[in-house]
């Protein structure tokens, strides 16, 4: 997908501080933490959002959940643990539109999601 921040990410045309990858997914560091430690989880191909799941590439985006707990654990999160957030949409907020898990973790964080 041409001009999508986040394939050009996994392409490595863009550099990012990678903590994970395998065939169909990529984890990196947010380059603006909102936390300790706050981590992006998101599938190679590109799916615009949440909203874009189907039954074409639910498999992928399976391996993206399968993933996250791994990543969170690899990060030493298991014992405090850890929020994941995806943003779809205006109302939420999102500002890349590739797919993306957001793992949040490393202090209390707030109880307000909305
Ligand atoms: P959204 O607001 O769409 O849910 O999240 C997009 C996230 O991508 C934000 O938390 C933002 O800080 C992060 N981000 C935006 N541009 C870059 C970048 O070039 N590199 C990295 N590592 N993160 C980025
Ligand atoms: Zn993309």
Do not use: W
């Not at 298991?78 to 907020?93: M, S």
Request: with cysteine; proline share 7%; charged share 20%.
């Amino acid at each position: 997908m041409e001009n999508c921040l986040f394939c050009k990410i996994v392409a490595g045309e863009i550099p990012s501080n990678k903590v994970y990858e395998d065939e169909d997914v990529f984890a990196f560091h947010d380059i603006n933490p909102n936390a300790p430690v706050h981590v992006l989880v998101i599938p190679k191909p590109h799916i615009p959002s949440i909203a874009a799941v189907s039954g074409e590439n639910i498999e992928t985006v399976s391996r993206v959940l399968l993933a996250i707990p791994k990543i969170a654990s690899s990060l030493g999160l298991d014992e405090g643990g850890y929020r994941v957030i995806t943003n779809c949409g205006e109302d939420a907020g999102q500002t890349v539109h590739h797919l993306h898990f957001h793992i949040l973790g490393g202090k209390k964080l707030p109880v307000s999601l909305g």
